[in-house]
């Protein structure tokens, strides 16, 4: 079986990008440089802007102002396709096709642009890199567990070999050991892989946990933008300090029962 080349994520720049619905500023004015082979995570309270953000990075969401290019390339001039290839996508209810086998749900992607040489292998390839059993591959989606139905979805993302992934709530509606066990092995695949990742996430644990930069979104703008270590600090203050104080209490808690033991 050959081995997956590493691929290269790009840099991302936004630049004065808004979407509004009328008087809804769902995002406003975002300026951003995000570094190649960075893993960002996107926190901020529910209606903040995360999903909307993260849409018009793949141009699921048209902005009504403002540009984002992608390895320098504004994407409003790549070829939708093509940008659909070089962007995994991975949402919260995965969006398998139950009537299709898994096989096919993984290939879904290289069969849209006509790739047909070597697709077994490749399945076989993603089904080894997201730790799935072979055997799964001519199972359908609905005889999955949702963290296995999960791990598929990664792993159609990652088919055309996409060096950006952009994740909404990718571990959200999985149990807390399920979530965290695919949580560390995303990102030791997104190290592997060199890849771009940004998540978006209501967790702040599972933030401070993958992402080596943390974005906090309020009423569509970015009120923070720090390290983990640095909103640990309780330096950054604002909504990011109320953010991070849950996970800090619950540790606390935690260690303080763990003492009366
Ligand atoms: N298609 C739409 N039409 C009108 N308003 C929209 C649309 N999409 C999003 N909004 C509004 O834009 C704001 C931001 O929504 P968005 O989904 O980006 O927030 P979010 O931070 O991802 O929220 P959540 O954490 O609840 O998923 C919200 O007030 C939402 O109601």
Known sequence: MHSTPSASGPAISLENLSRHYG?????????????????????????????????????????TAGEVSIAGENIEATDSHILRRRIGYVFQNIGLFPHMTISRNIAIGLELAGEKDGRQERVAELLELVELPQDMASRMPPQLSGGQQQRVGVARAL???????????????????????????????????????????????????????????????????????????????????????????????????????
Do not use: C, W
């Open 23 to 63: 008087a809804i500023k769902a995002v406003d004015n975002v300026s951003l440089e995000i570094a190649a082979g960075s893993f960002v995570a996107l926190v901020g309270l529910s209606g903040s802007g995360k999903s909307t953000l993260l849409k018009m990075i793949n141009r699921l969401v048209d902005p």
């Open 159 to 261: 088919a055309t070999r996409p060096g950006l992934m952009l994740m909404d709530e990718p571990f959200g509606a999985l149990d807390p050991v399920t979530r965290d066990s695919l949580a560390g092995q995303y990102k030791a695949l997104h190290e592997k892989l060199g890849l771009t990742t940004i998540i978006v996430t209501h967790d702040m644990a599972e933030a401070l946990y993958l992402a080596d930069r943390i974005l906090v979104m309020e009423d569509g703008q970015i009120k923070a933008d720090a390290t983990p270590a640095e909103l640990l600090s309780g330096k950054v203050g604002g909504e990011a300090e109320a953010l991070v104080a849950i996970p800090r209490a619950q540790a606390a808690h935690l260690i303080a029962l763990s003492k009366k033991a």
